[in-house]
């Protein structure tokens, strides 16, 4: 074996483990503080907490409290700050793009039956939509839509179905699927070093400073984080799709893939609200069902 392609394929091999890794840290974290949030006990009257709650692992019970002010200034030196699981995703994915895909686009990104395309125009299309989704998500985030969470979620929706129809006319089906998982992690890892993360160290040096921080970078920040938390089902699945060919290969991926969207969001809104102690079981037997609706009509109506 040549020397170049056995060290791509053993790039390959540890940048894919170390994606799976970090995002599995990642999805794990975002569940983890989104629950927390919902679950904490509100109820209280002080000026210093604005929820606690009690935990046990391994044994042991913890305390938990979200605070309105800042913790005492020596312990702001030993913060835990979750951003490397995000960071670390979003690069080991560009890379796997970049060795695996880009590296061998005439074969996995251009397919002549879907759109004669050279591998130099697919690339930059390619990147070109990573890049301009972003900013079109972050304009909408910055805009008074953000208020509306009905509206923005219908663009939203409306702005999937244009990038899954437009991708699956362009690529070959299965880096299309893969390109609507692209511009979606990216804008996920976006939320996190563009917005959290700033709004985090803002209110950390507001706090070193013995300065009151602005909540207002607080409720920005959770915002993305919950905007993450609801597409972390469908980028899931979309990491996995190259398993299930009858779906990526079908006459209307594209349509497949936005009403599955729609179903892990339901599904992601279901858990959400139980860890409010708001339970609403029919979002989750109605998306459950709808999975089996879809699967019945994938089987009647085959490519």
């Known amino acids: 074996m040549d020397f170049l392609p056995y060290t791509i394929k053993w790039l390959e091999m540890i940048l894919r483990w170390g994606h799976v890794l970090f995002a599995i840290l990642w999805v794990g974290n975002s569940f983890l503080f989104n629950y927390l949030d919902n679950k904490l006990n509100k109820n209280i ?7 606690e709650g009690y ?6 019970y913890y305390k938990l409290t979200r605070l309105k002010k800042s913790p005492p200034i020596q312990y702001l030196g030993n913060l835990v700050i979750f951003k490397w699981q995000s960071y ?3 690069v080991t994915g560009i ?8 590296y061998n686009s005439a074969i996995l990104m251009v397919d002549k ?7 130099f125009y697919a690339i930059l299309i390619s990147i070109f939509s990573l890049i301009i989704f972003w900013f079109i998500y972050d304009l909408l985030c910055k805009s008074k839509l953000i208020n ?12 999937l179905i244009i990038i899954s129809f437009m991708f699956t006319k362009i690529f070959g089906p299965k880096f299309a699927f893969l390109s609507v998982g692209l511009i979606i992690g990216t804008n996920m890892f976006g ?21 009151k921080f602005d909540l207002s970078l607080s409720l920005a ?7 993450n938390n609801y597409s972390t089902f469908l980028v899931l699945f979309i990491m996995l799709s190259g398993h299930y060919s009858f779906v990526v290969y079908h006459k209307y991926n594209w349509l497949i893939l936005c009403l599955i969207a729609l179903i892990s969001v339901a599904a992601r809104h279901y858990f959400n609200l139980r860890g409010r102690n708001i339970h609403r079981l029919y979002i989750l037997i109605s998306s459950i069902l709808s999975l089996i609706v879809l699967a019945v009509l994938l089987l009647i109506f085959k490519n």
């Open 95 to 102: 890379l796997l793009l970049i060795i695996v895909y880009y």
């Open 45 to 51: 009257s002080s000026e210093d907490i604005d929820g």
């Open 113 to 119: 039956r879907v759109l004669q395309i050279s591998p």
């Open 55 to 60: 935990l046990m692992h391994s044994g042991y």
């Open 88 to 90: 670390l995703t979003f």
């Open 221 to 227: 920040a959770k915002q993305r984080s919950i905007h």
């Open 191 to 211: 939320n996190v070093f563009t917005v959290i993360i700033p709004n985090q160290n803002n209110i950390i040096n507001s706090s070193k400073r013995k300065e």
């Open 148 to 159: 509306n969470n009905t509206l923005f979620s219908l663009i939203i929706f409306i702005l």
